[in-house]
T-cell receptor, first 114, second 109 residues
Framework: DGGITQSPKYLFRKEGQNVTLSCEQN?????MYWYRQDPGQGLRLIYY???????QKGDIAEGYSVSREKKESFPLTVTSAQKNPTAFYLC?????????????FGPGTRLTVL | RKEVEQDPGPFNVPEGATVAFNCTYS??????FFWYRQDCRKEPKLLMS???SGNEDGRFTAQLNRASQYISLLIRDSKLSDSATYLC??????????FGDGTTLTVKP
């Protein structure tokens, strides 16, 4: 089955630790995205990548880092510099970054920093 | 002012009711528009794209008004299973999407 997978579903970390969230897609999509969602709020864009080995900052990139070494994979690292990292993290992909293409989401990772 | 604004609700309606949600956007250069549905603690899923001519998918109708910069979603004959949060999404020509905070709908028996 084609789709987007994120792991783990739930993640607990101690304050001050870096943590990497996984996102893999087998849809052959060029564009991939990371969003953060806080309770009662919409999605905010952290980083996006339109092509392998290239990515751009979104609206709230501070304290996060990404890489795009393979088309299928777009891992997100939440660093200790992120002041309030507890949130629901959603990865998405689209066939191309054109405006008409819809995004498909993975099931998300709930990160709790203790 | 937020780039994309939605009435957060909640909207509480009985089964069979008709309910409408509006969404306004500030960037007149926006290219594409979508409605997503998000169930509690799940990922958003595409409900429908919104076209200038308006489009319908079963009980759901979406409209776009570029002059007034708003889009709408109409749900007819509401079902219990329609209970969810509905997210308005506006996309620019650079491929970046902006999400509204969502409108919560609860359909009651």
């Amino acid at each position: 089955d084609g789709g987007i997978t994120q792991s783990p579903k739930y993640l607990f970390r101690k304050e001050g630790q870096n943590v990497t969230l996984s996102c893999e897609q087998n849809l052959n999509h060029d564009a991939m995205y990371w969003y953060r969602q806080d309770p009662g709020q919409g999605l905010r864009l952290i980083y996006y990548s339109q092509i392998v080995n290239d990515f751009q900052k979104g609206d709230i990139a501070e304290g996060y880092s990404v890489s795009r070494e393979k088309k299928e994979s777009f891992p997100l690292t939440v660093t200790s510099a992120q002041k309030n990292p507890t949130a629901f993290y959603l990865c998405a992909s689209s066939r191309e970054p054109r405006s008409t293409d819809t995004q498909y989401f993975g099931p998300g990772t709930r990160l709790t920093v203790l | 002012r937020k780039e994309v604004e939605q009435d957060p609700g909640p909207f509480n309606v009985p089964e069979g009711a008709t309910v409408a949600f509006n969404c306004t956007y500030s960037n007149s250069a926006s290219q594409s528009f979508f409605w997503y549905r998000q169930d509690c603690r799940k990922e958003p899923k595409l409900l429908m794209s919104v076209y200038s001519s308006g489009n319908e998918d079963g009980r759901f109708t979406a409209q776009l008004n570029r002059a007034s910069q708003y889009i709408s979603l109409l749900i007819r004959d509401s079902k219990l299973s329609d209970s969810a949060t509905y997210l308005c999404v506006v996309k620019g020509n650079a491929g970046k999407s902006t999400f509204g905070d969502g409108t919560t709908l609860t359909v009651k028996p």
